[in-house]
């Protein structure tokens, strides 16, 4: 079973638009949470991450966690066509394991 | 900065043969190595995590048998898929940072295995 699930799977949206990508995790006791981008053919680099519950913000970029409800999510505002990419969230449990989710494959249209 | 090598970056091995990977931490001490394998279908496995000075911990599908991994220093890794078949296909990604504890890990750009 996939420790940390993402959606939606695939995203295409224009130019300009507010982007929204979701992650549930199941180990109430993770203690660090990132997003990791991957374009096409690169590594994958970290985003964003945060420890707590909260927000926050890094120019366009916006991370929220809550632990409560298992859920971490990372918005985009102004979306633009080099956001395109895969991003993957990922958690680091009690035990020091990294997990990430499937990925939300991201599409902005010019 | 941080940088992590993986070589080759991809490779081509016959059905029942075995293929071994290198992944080279440059300008940090990788004290954890964590190895993935990214395929279309199940997408970022954790296959185990090496952190120096301690056991290597395997996840539930992954074996020691089927994927020795070596971590002799605190800046390479490697990894040999034993006896790779269709199934093991998919971008096998080195990950490394430079404490146990919570924070970011750097990844190389991976090395893509193709069973034939």
């Known amino acids: 079973q996939q420790k940390v699930q993402q959606s939606p799977e695939s995203l295409i949206v224009p130019e300009g638009a507010m982007t929204s990508l979701n992650c549930t995790f199941s180990?109430?006791?993770?203690?660090?949470f990132a997003w990791y981008r991957q374009h096409s053919g690169k590594a994958p680099k970290a985003l964003m991450s945060?420890?707590?519950?909260g927000e926050k913000e890094e120019g366009r970029f916006t991370i929220h966690l809550n632990k409560a409800s298992l859920h971490f999510s990372l918005h985009i505002r102004d979306s633009q066509p080099s956001d395109s990419a895969l991003y993957l969230c990922?958690?680091?449990?009690?035990?020091?394991?990294?997990?990430f989710g499937k990925g939300t494959s991201l599409t902005v249209i010019p | 900065g941080a940088l992590v090598y993986q070589y080759p970056r991809r490779t081509i091995c016959k059905s029942g043969t075995s293929m071994r990977m290198e992944c080279q931490a440059v300008?940090?001490?990788?004290?954890?190595v964590a190895w993935y394998r990214q395929s279309p279908q199940k997408t970022f496995e954790l296959i185990a995590l090496?952190?120096?000075?301690?056991?290597?911990?395997?996840e539930q599908n992954f074996t020691q048998e089927k994927f020795p991994i070596s971590h002799p220093n605190l800046s390479f890794s490697s990894m040999t898929v034993l006896n790779a078949y269709l199934e093991d296909r998919g971008l096998y990604l080195c990950?490394?940072?430079?404490?146990?504890?919570?924070?970011?890990?750097?990844f190389g750009s991976g090395t893509r295995l193709l069973v034939i």
């Open positions: 990922a958690e680091n449990t009690g035990y020091q394991n990294f997990y």
């Open positions: 180990d109430s006791a993770s203690q660090y």
């Open positions: 945060i420890f707590s519950n």
């Open positions: 300008g940090f001490q990788a004290t954890s």
């Open positions: 090496s952190t120096v000075n301690s056991a290597i911990k395997y």
């Open positions: 990950g490394a940072r430079d404490r146990q504890g919570n924070s970011d890990y750097t």
